[in-house]
DNA sequence: CCGAATTTGTAGCCTCGACTACATTTTGGT
DNA sequence: ACCAAAATGTAGTCGAGGCTACAAATTCGG
């Protein structure tokens, strides 16, 4: 957190709600972060076995069939996903851009931390977590330095 | 949420659920995440101010008083924090090694986000989503990285 | 030192992501 | 073609983390 503001001689000043901004950020971020990963492995499924099945979405991420049932739910309901009952999950134009840009990102995430000397296995894992807080910014510097090198 | 670690790992265990492992992780990963922020800022109002009340940590996440009292009560389940009615909150010795890992982490986070080029108030702002999702492993990385160059 | 303002605490409600248990539909083997 | 197994869907519960509204304690200004 950014104790690099001194609050002792200052108690009150905006970059107070910098601060809590950024907190919010982080913390909507990750409403966000279980509908990219679920996306992102319906596309994957949609192209290396040609459909999505809720059990299969289910088993990947390690969780009972009717949580992914919910959350492929919730992601008709936004607008990214559509199925028919019993007839697999398939992904809007809106669901298939978002992942798109998730798979790129992770991408991104994972060449940075091997770039950087994070063991492979590790930086896969950890990517998981990471990518879904990085920002733009963050990204094209990502870049730059992958590239310059 | 995400409370139980589903999962276990096994040395045999195949690749997809070493995926769902991963997510698990993860996911469980931002559970704690509150609880690391509410350590970390108490311990610098404890220090800068000689006091953590509820009111000015509520104000400084961005979220009502009353939500930061509640998570305030978890910490005190959790044993990382102690308080009396209209007294202010203090770390138990948990606590207060929590802070400063969190801390120590925190800062080696942002010093790799300006080190491979991220500007520094993106880097700020990422660190802030992205440390509770760092490994050991990506840390010492990060720390050779750091030393390397 | 007393009443008003501030702070702190409580209660009740909401959504999300997880679970189990049960019901229903589809599919596959014989 | 049939029945059993597998897949899918539904219902109800739980805790985390958020909110508002209200109640009680503390602190401050006059």
Redesign the interface.
């Given at each position: 957190?950014?104790?690099?503001e001194?609050?002792?001689a200052r108690?009150d000043m905006p970059t107070?709600?910098a601060?809590?901004?950024?907190?919010?950020?982080?913390?909507s971020?990750?409403s966000t972060?279980l509908l990219e990963?679920y996306v992102e492995l319906i596309s994957d499924l949609l192209a290396s076995a040609g459909e999505a099945r809720p059990t299969d979405v289910a088993?990947?991420?390690?969780?009972s069939h009717a949580t992914a049932i919910k959350t492929i739910a919730r992601l008709k309901r936004e607008g990214l996903a559509t199925s028919k009952p019993y007839r697999g999950v398939f992904l809007t134009p809106d669901g298939e851009a978002l992942a798109e840009r998730v798979r790129n990102r992770h991408r991104l995430v994972v060449d940075?931390?091997v770039a950087?000397?994070?063991?492979a296995d590790?930086?896969?894992?950890?990517a998981?977590?990471?990518e879904?807080?990085?920002?733009d910014?963050?990204l094209d510097?990502?870049r730059?330095?992958l590239a310059g090198r």
């Open positions: 957190m950014a104790k690099q001194r609050a002792a108690p107070e709600a601060q809590a901004h950024r907190f919010g950020k982080a913390r971020a990750q972060a990963d088993r990947r991420f390690g969780v940075l931390l950087v000397g994070v063991p590790s930086a896969e894992a950890d998981e977590g990471i879904h807080h990085v920002s910014a963050a510097a990502f730059d330095f």
